[in-house]
């Protein structure tokens, strides 16, 4: 625990393994790849709501510089790009109000890293401050039962098992993380607060 719970992260490497007929090692990198196409991709989506095609692909190619750093370092796991997707497509959805799509990204998400239930923190501001509460209602109770369902099926099949899910003081502990987080970030950590007032409620939001 908790990898046992993020089982399709680990099963769609295996599985591309047993289609292609490649080594495990060879799969693996065939599901980064794949992964990373489709964030981008992701990411270009959500990027042009608010940015000409220069910026937006700007923007995406940043992201793709930056993904260098996270795929070498060591404590990455098959779980974290489909995530980060997920989380994407979740924030798309909130961002063209397409509720029903939210139905899916966060459970679906789920079965890959537990981390896709942070959608529901950004969606619990966009409830607070948009005027379409009852539209969104019926979704956002549905969205959390179907979560319900995923995060306890996920433990009544593989046992439930107790870990530390709160990792800051290790973290802090550990001055290889800022620098990480440095290197990856740099001046995007200031930007957005310097935007701040002038940027789209949205982006406020997140």
């Known amino acids: 625990a908790p990898y046992q719970y993020r089982y399709f992260a680990y099963l769609l490497p295996v599985f591309i393994k047993w289609l292609s007929g490649y080594s495990l090692q060879t799969a693996e990198a065939i599901n980064r790849v794949i992964w990373l196409w489709a ?15 220069k910026e937006t692909i700007i923007g995406t190619l940043a992201f793709l510089s930056a993904g260098s750093l996270f795929v070498v370092q060591t404590s990455f796991a098959p779980s974290d790009l489909p995530t980060f997707f997920f989380l994407l497509l979740g924030l798309i959805a909130l961002q ?30 966009f409830f607070i401050y948009e005027p379409d509460k009852r539209k969104q209602l019926p979704y956002l ?29 290790k973290n802090l502990s550990d001055k290889r993380v800022a620098l990480r987080l440095i290197l990856l970030f740099n001046v995007f950590w200031i930007a957005p607060w310097l935007a701040f007032k002038s940027a789209p409620r949205f982006m406020k939001y997140t």
Not at 39 to 53: G, K, N, Q, V
Not at 97 to 121: D, H, K, N, Q, V
């Open 39 to 53: 964030s981008a991709l992701a990411l270009h989506l959500y990027l042009t709501r608010w940015f000409e095609r």
């Open 96 to 125: 063209r109000r397409a509720y029903g799509w939210l139905l899916l990204t966060a459970p679906t998400g789920m079965l890959f890293r537990e981390t896709s239930l942070f959608i529901f923190l950004v969606w619990a501001i």
């Open 141 to 169: 109770i549905g969205a959390i039962l179907l979560a319900a369902i995923v995060f306890i099926s996920l433990r009544v099949y593989f046992g439930f098992k107790a870990y530390d899910p709160y990792t800051l003081p």
